[in-house]
């Protein structure tokens, strides 16, 4: 009887260390989950899912605290594959934050930019080039679309177009498949 | 013919067709009006436009210079003057429009002047003849494109066999079959070049049986060549793929998502053979091509050697134009083209064949669910589970698409072809390549976003920080002064003072009298008191008619 209880105490013990270093030793910086989520966002940095970038957003999603239907850039794919890596089902777009749109540019008419500045500090890429009461500039290939820059902008001279369509970056489209009748 | 031949996989059966077409000899194309060159006429990087609305060029005069290693350059494929260089429609799946270099000929068609290396070809080192064939643009024109330099560089390795293709293996396209039967020496020549380039063991012309002229007129081309050997091979489709010919001759099986050359072999078309020819031999870059124009609703199918940029109508019009109601007109042959979308778009370099079907009696069979019989992975000649590939790319899960090697898929439409249901299996396939493509690019600018705005987030954390500090250090400072009023009071008092004496002195120092005027000799000092009265006099002057004015 003793000589089993001291055994165990002693298992106990041991195991216990064991695990207790292993906390220690092993300890995972930063959440690997959220970590992979956000590899999974578009990284528009919009803010349209009522966080504050791409990173909040996973984090909220990792703990639990938020759906996977909330990014519309991301759209469908990215929500096929939040449902993936977190085992739950696909679900629709929340219509709340908005729809999918195809990708855009944002443009600035540079005859009526006035150099204020404004859109330089709302952009959350650092695309836009300028300096104060010097005309700005979009950095096209860094822009993610997040249309950030358009609100702040006092005179509208931001657009958001759509990117052009080019041979060597055009998709096949999805083919129609039959809708599907069984013999009754 | 006692070679041994291997099989690859599945494989279909199609009716051939070819007889349409392969009853005429080749004919030269007239010239058009006006030719559409595409900039984009290869896989790989564009090249870039060297001449400019306006200017006048010969024929054989290069358009557009080769960007980076992947990429071939254009050349003019007639005289004439370059009216535009604009986006307009080129024969791709899409429909868009591209770069395109527009030329209105002015019907002389006259050749630039060809600077020709005058050594034979096996003078010439293997390096300098890949630069000859770069420079000429040609692409490999079986119908992929790919620079052929690239192809014809053993980059160290050991080339044991060439194979030329001539295989032609896709319902009734002819072009390869007319050339070899009209200009057997003149591919024999190009093949040659490409063996000297590639030190290549033996070569093989690989050849359809059911083209016995073109094989008879080879192998009497080829009659007192060593090493060199013509090949008959069993009819089947995807025969001219080039991992089911390599199969097919040598036994070896091309590594997944591998190339020829690492297992010993290359392989080019017997078109681009020719081509070679024109340009090692005669200073002729790739300008032409021979094209079958072919199908039921043409009204006298054959093959034409056609400028580059030539515009498809203008090739249909010469073939009796068409007859009875189209259905499509196709770029490609029937199995792996792509219907066209408007007539005014130009013949490339890659395109084989043009083909028009009309209208069919019977509507085509609509599409069924698929009823999983496996006929489709019977015929796949790179033993792909087509089904499986279909289910998945179907519901977008792209990566068990990906498992199922998807990108071995060579989109040849046997599996189709044979589909009971129906089901357009390759156009699933290509959704997914294009699809998943296209997720790379968007993944690659996701992670440069992330990277930019982490980087912005870092930075506004810096600067408040430095901000801070800077705020802290004067506050300290201020506090600092206001706890010891009077220690510094006496030390600023001293450094008034001091600053008081410095400004005084320096006065002074200015008020010396100007240098110039201090020990005059008397004849300046004359000169000097002189200019005074003079100046005297006439202020006295200017003075009275002022008086009076006022």
Not at chain 1, 110 to 120: D, H, R, S, Y
Not at chain 1, 160 to 182: A, G, S
Not at chain 2, 40 to 58: F, N, T
Not at chain 2, 465 to 487: F, N, W
């Amino acid at each position: 009887m003793l000589t089993a209880v001291i055994a165990l105490t002693a298992l106990a013990l041991i195991f216990g260390l064991l695990l207790g270093f292993a906390a220690v030793r092993f300890k995972v910086e930063g959440d690997p989950l959220a970590e992979k989520i956000d590899a999974l966002l578009p990284q528009t940095q919009c803010g349209q899912c009522g966080f504050p970038g791409c990173r909040p957003y996973a984090e909220a999603m990792a703990r639990g605290e938020a759906d996977i239907n909330r990014c519309p850039p991301g759209g469908e794919t990215t929500i096929i594959a939040l449902a993936d890596l977190l085992g739950r089902e696909p679900i629709p777009l929340d219509a709340e934050v908005g729809e999918e749109k195809p990708k855009m540019v944002a443009i600035i008419d540079e005859a009526t930019c006035i150099g204020c500045t404004l859109c330089i500090q709302a952009c959350p890429v650092d695309a836009i080039l300028g300096a104060a009461k010097q005309m700005h500039t979009i950095i096209e290939a860094e822009c993610t679309g997040c249309e950030l820059c358009l609100e702040p902008c006092p005179v509208d001279c931001i657009d958001m177009i759509q990117i052009p369509e080019k041979v060597l970056h055009w998709k096949w489209p999805y083919p129609q498949p039959p809708t599907e009748t069984r013999p009754g | 013919m006692s070679r041994q031949l291997w099989s690859f996989h599945g494989g279909i059966h199609p009716p051939q067709y070819k007889e349409l077409s392969n009853q005429r000899p080749i004919a030269q194309s007239s010239l058009a009006a006006e030719l559409v060159i595409p900039l984009h006429q290869h896989i790989g990087q564009s090249p870039e436009p060297i001449v400019q609305v306006g200017d006048y060029v010969l024929k054989g005069q290069e358009l557009a210079h080769a960007q980076g290693y992947v990429s071939a350059p254009v050349h003019a494929s007639s005289s004439g003057t370059v009216v535009a260089i604009e986006e307009r429609a080129i024969p791709h799946p899409s429909g868009l429009n591209a770069l395109c270099v527009v030329l209105a000929t002015d019907g002389e068609d006259r050749w630039l002047e060809q600077q020709l290396d005058e050594r034979h070809y096996t003078a010439i080192e293997p390096s300098h003849l890949r630069n000859l064939i770069r420079s000429a643009g040609i692409v490999g024109l079986g119908g992929a494109g790919f620079p052929t330099f690239i192809k014809l560089n053993p980059t160290g390795r050991v080339i044991d066999t060439l194979i030329l293709n001539g295989v032609e293996c896709e319902p009734y396209i002819t072009c390869d079959d007319l050339l070899m039967r009209e200009r057997s020496t003149e591919i024999l020549a190009g093949i040659k070049i490409m063996r000297h380039a590639l030190q290549a063991g033996e070569v093989l012309i690989a050849i359809e049986d059911n083209k016995p002229e073109a094989i008879a007129i080879m192998q009497q081309a080829i009659a007192n060549e060593p090493g060199i050997e013509v090949v008959s091979v069993p009819t089947r489709y995807p025969q001219g793929g080039e991992k089911q010919l390599i199969k097919v001759l040598t036994g070896k099986e091309c590594p997944s998502s591998g190339l020829p050359f690492q297992i010993g072999v290359v392989l080019n078309n017997v078109a681009t053979a020719y081509a070679i020819h024109r340009a090692v031999n005669h200073g002729q870059p790739l300008v032409s091509r021979i094209v079958t124009i072919t199908g039921d609703g043409i009204k006298e199918p054959r093959n034409l050697e056609v400028p580059i940029g030539t515009p498809i109508q203008h090739l249909i019009d010469q073939c009796g134009g068409t007859s009875g109601e189209i259905e499509r007109i196709i770029i490609g042959g029937p199995m792996m083209g792509f219907a066209m979308h408007s007539s005014a778009i130009p013949l490339i370099k890659t395109s084989n064949c043009i083909l028009a079907t009309r209208q069919p009696e019977q509507p085509a069979a609509p599409e069924m669910p698929c009823i999983r019989c496996g006929a489709c992975a019977e015929v796949c000649p790179v033993e792909l589970l087509p089904q499986q590939l279909y289910w998945h790319a179907r519901a977008k899960e792209f990566d068990k698409t990906q498992e199922y090697d998807l990108f071995d898929c060579i989109e040849c439409g046997c599996c189709s072809y044979v589909c009971p249901s129906n089901i357009p299996l390759v156009h699933y396939y290509r959704f997914a390549k294009t699809e998943i493509w296209s997720q790379e690019r968007e993944k690659e600018k996701a992670d440069q976003a992330r990277k930019r705005h982490e980087f912005r987030l870092s930075r506004i954390e810096r600067e408040q920080a430095e901000k801070e500090a800077r705020l802290a250090l004067k506050r300290a400072a201020v506090q600092e002064k206001s706890e010891t009023p009077d220690k510094g009071e006496a030390e600023k008092q001293a450094l008034i003072q001091a600053a008081l004496a410095r400004a005084q002195a320096k006065k002074e120092s200015q008020q010396e009298p100007p240098k110039n005027t201090a020990e005059l000799t008397p004849a300046q000092q004359r000169i000097i008191d002189e200019a005074d009265a003079r100046r005297q006099r006439l202020d006295a002057a200017a003075d009275t008619p002022r008086k009076e004015a006022e």
